[in-house]
């Protein structure tokens, strides 16, 4: 079965300083895999999107950046955090082809807060 | 862009009661999902109803979809205090099915 991890469950940063959040997926192969950030009590912000390796699709313009290094990792960066970058930062993915599906399998999320 | 959007944004009754949630959008879609997350937790996929379909049963979960008026309700019946969470509806849109659009969510309360 499919299992996806993220880490730092939670991660205390001072502006200005950099971040790696990272993601895997295992069980599976070529996903498609999803950035997102959700402010508290709010939706969810798709960041990033990639459908395959060191292929990236930014979302919005911001602080961050996203690398795919292989095909089931997914990193999420800063070299500088700002106060708005804190938020509960969630990766997810969902298998290639999907059988008109596009169900997101979703991580437990990163909880960070910039000081 | 699309927006989906839940209302309300918070509701709360009480346990065994059934629950109400709606959701609109604004660009035609292939199909839209409901999830639920709790609270500090990731989402967890619910239900998905494509654009064909009318309605659809899970359990105690009932999705109904109305693209006319790009519209969907979600119906939780017999509510328990373990459905205390926040749903989210999310679209698949026809041009873009590599990616989902996610609404606020409606937060719900189950008091026992």
């Known amino acids: 079965s499919q299992t996806i991890h993220q880490w730092p469950a939670t991660l205390v940063q001072p502006v200005g300083s950099p971040l790696s959040l990272e993601c895997t997926v295992e069980?599976?192969?070529?996903?498609?895999l999803y950035w997102y950030r959700q402010a508290a009590g709010r939706g969810l912000q798709l960041l990033f999107y990639?459908?395959?390796?060191?292929?990236i699709s930014s979302e919005v313009p911001q602080n961050l950046s996203a690398s795919r290094p292989q095909d089931r990792q997914f990193i999420l960066s800063s070299k500088k955090l700002l106060l708005s970058d804190s938020g509960f930062y969630l990766c997810a993915w969902r298998p290639r082809e999907t059988g008109g599906r596009e169900t997101q399998y979703f991580g437990p999320g990163t909880r960070l807060l910039v000081l | 862009s699309q927006q989906g959007e839940e209302d309300p944004q918070a509701l709360s009754i009480q346990e065994g009661e059934n629950a109400t949630m709606n959701c609109s959008y604004k660009?035609?879609?292939?199909?839209l999902q409901w999830y639920r997350q709790n609270s500090g937790r990731g989402l967890v996929h619910l239900i998905l109803i494509r654009s064909n379909e009318r309605e659809k049963h899970s359990g105690r979960l009932r999705v109904t979809l109305d693209t006319s008026k790009k519209s969907s309700s979600l119906l939780i019946t017999a509510s328990r205090a373990a459905d205390t969470a926040s749903y989210f509806c999310a679209t698949s849109r026809i041009q873009g099915a590599q990616k989902l659009v996610f609404g606020q969510g409606t937060r719900l309360t189950i008091n026992p």
């Open positions: 069980g599976t192969s070529n996903p498609n």
């Open positions: 660009t035609s879609i292939n199909n």
């Open positions: 990639s459908v395959g390796i060191g292929q």
